[in-house]
């Protein structure tokens, strides 16, 4: 894969197919070899550029002494488009869900489409007064920075696999994949702080110019599933639609269901009314999918 070179920083990401550009912006514990089935279907429509994060791949690993913040982290996308002509499209899952919205709101009208998968923007469950949501979420994270800290990283990775892929992932676990989850873990720990110094609201995330979906699972975590609710609620220019099956890790799992919804969304022009109601669309693409009911 590509390195791209600024200064002391390596940004390592795949680039394939041609058109506009299209960033796929992984989970923590994954990188972006997490988006090759999505870059399959992409690429003959696309360019594809699958981006690793700070720490994963060839990136270059967080080193600076200050706390590492979600702008730390979208710059990398900047920087990785910066000399791409055309609109850019933003895909972000979990994690790089809620760096690909802080690259979306820093690139500001050139990004023509955002689309994120239970982004991990906890910050607004404390702001919109969702405190047993949050205080969910914020146990798992003070839970990472204690253990990490004194790398206990085994333990980390247990209740980090138990949040997010549910009760008895852990055990279900093999060996090695327990092994390789201890090490891609460590980047998890600045990411944190990313999380719990973000102070964007929620009225500023409903002003990012891009044509923007929200899609989470109806077996979502707690904090997922009312991050959602805040976005249908509060945000009319966005689109939040729930997927039936698959979990946090649907990306991952269920691209059968997840990738349709990103290819036809991607694919739709950019309009000055942003994005419809998911209750307006009725491409098949979304006959897995249900419309958010509050």
Same mark, same amino acid.
């Given at each position: 894969?590509? @390195?791209?070179? $600024?200064?002391k920083?390596?940004?390592?990401?795949?680039?394939?197919?041609?058109?506009?550009? @299209?960033?796929?912006v992984?989970?923590?514990?994954s990188?972006?070899r997490?988006?090759?089935?999505?870059?399959?279907?992409?690429?003959?429509?696309?360019?594809v550029?699958?981006?690793n994060?700070?720490?994963?791949?060839e990136?270059?690993?967080?080193?600076?002494e200050?706390?590492?913040?979600?702008?730390?982290?979208?710059?990398?996308?900047?920087?990785?488009?910066? #000399?791409?002509?055309g609109?850019?499209?933003?895909?972000?899952?979990?994690f790089?869900?809620?760096?690909? $919205?802080?690259?979306?709101?820093m690139?500001?009208?050139?990004?023509?489409?955002l689309?994120?998968?239970?982004?991990?923007?906890?910050?607004?469950?404390?702001?919109?007064?969702?405190?047993?949501?949050?205080?969910?979420?914020? %146990?798992?994270g003070?839970f990472?920075?204690?253990?990490?800290?004194n790398?206990?990283?085994?333990?980390?990775?247990?209740?980090?696999?138990?949040y997010w892929?549910?009760?008895?992932?852990?055990?279900?676990t093999?060996?090695?994949?327990?092994?390789?989850?201890?090490?891609l873990?460590?980047?998890?720990?600045?990411?944190? #702080?990313?999380v719990?110094?973000?102070?964007?609201?929620?009225?500023?995330f409903?002003?990012?110019?891009?044509? %923007?979906?929200?899609?989470?699972s109806?077996?979502?975590?707690?904090? /997922?599933?009312?991050?959602?609710q805040?976005f249908?609620?509060?945000c009319?220019?966005w689109? @939040? @639609?729930?997927?039936?099956?698959?979990?946090?890790?649907?990306?991952?799992t269920?691209?059968?269901?997840?990738?349709?919804?990103?290819?036809?969304f991607?694919?739709e022009?950019r309009?000055?009314?942003r994005?419809? /109601?998911?209750?307006?669309? $009725? $491409?098949?693409?979304?006959?897995?999918?249900?419309?958010?009911?509050?």
């Amino acid at each position: 894969m590509p @390195v791209l070179e $600024s200064g002391k920083l390596r940004i390592d990401f795949s680039d394939t197919g041609a058109g506009d550009p @299209v960033v796929l912006v992984h989970s923590s514990v994954s990188g972006n070899r997490q988006w090759k089935r999505l870059t399959q279907e992409l690429q003959p429509h696309f360019r594809v550029l699958a981006i690793n994060l700070f720490g994963y791949g060839e990136t270059s690993a967080w080193t600076e002494e200050g706390t590492q913040t979600i702008a730390d982290q979208a710059e990398l996308v900047l920087r990785l488009v910066r #000399d791409i002509p055309g609109p850019v499209r933003i895909v972000g899952h979990s994690f790089g869900g809620s760096v690909a $919205s802080k690259a979306a709101a820093m690139l500001g009208k050139r990004a023509s489409h955002l689309f994120l998968y239970e982004p991990t923007l906890f910050h607004l469950l404390a702001q919109n007064g969702r405190r047993e949501a949050y205080t969910e979420a914020a %146990a798992l994270g003070d839970f990472v920075k204690l253990h990490g800290k004194n790398d206990r990283w085994e333990a980390v990775a247990e209740r980090f696999i138990e949040y997010w892929i549910g009760d008895g992932g852990w055990a279900a676990t093999p060996h090695e994949r327990r092994l390789a989850y201890m090490q891609l873990l460590r980047p998890n720990y600045y990411e944190w #702080d990313c999380v719990g110094s973000d102070q964007t609201t929620i009225e500023e995330f409903d002003r990012i110019p891009a044509r %923007a979906m929200m899609v989470y699972s109806s077996g979502a975590r707690r904090a /997922s599933r009312e991050i959602a609710q805040l976005f249908a609620e509060k945000c009319p220019n966005w689109s @939040v @639609v729930r997927i039936a099956e698959g979990g946090h890790m649907a990306p991952l799992t269920h691209p059968d269901v997840v990738n349709p919804l990103i290819t036809r969304f991607l694919k739709e022009a950019r309009q000055g009314s942003r994005a419809k /109601s998911p209750r307006d669309q $009725s $491409s098949p693409c979304l006959a897995a999918a249900l419309p958010l009911s509050l």
